[in-house]
């Protein structure tokens, strides 16, 4: 990635991208990117967005994607993530954006980046983007990220499909 392109396509600033979603500076803003398909695990982050609501109950959570609207189990699966914000009151606390062009800004805005894969990614782009925004990041410890982060040295690695874990880095 060529980091000063890619910076380049942040083009508003962290307050203008939380004052969109009425985030506070003072609130903590993490993030996934990606499609909402099941292996792609923003179902592990609503978990542990859950677990940690106890200590920071003004966390913010941008679930940045749209859901397909053919394949039947994207649409079962976006109703499924609907229904556990509801179910445990995140409403406040987790946005599902759909689909953004300005992914950078939001990248930008972020505390932490989270790539949350079920499954092995074969690579995972938008980690290499976080990381030229200079985020934190946690991510799966299968597939692409393994190749891109050191654990503990720039970036954290979490088993797949364990909120409890994920909440813990977080």
Known sequence: IDLDKFRKRVTVSETTVRKEFSISKDQPLIGIVGNLQRWKGQMTVIEAVHLL???????????????SKIAQDDIHYLNELMSKIDTYGLRDNIIITGFRTDVANLLNAMDVFIHASIRPEPWGLVVLEAMAMGKAIIASNDGGPVEMIVNGVS????????PKALSEKL
């Not at 200590?55 to 749209?66: A, E, H, R």
């Not at 970036?155 to 364990?162: D, I, Q």
Request: charged share 20%; glycine share 8%.
């Open 155 to 162: 970036g954290f690695l979490v088993e797949p499909a364990n």
């Open 53 to 67: 609501k106890k200590t920071y109950p003004n966390i913010k959570c941008l679930l940045i994607g749209d859901s």
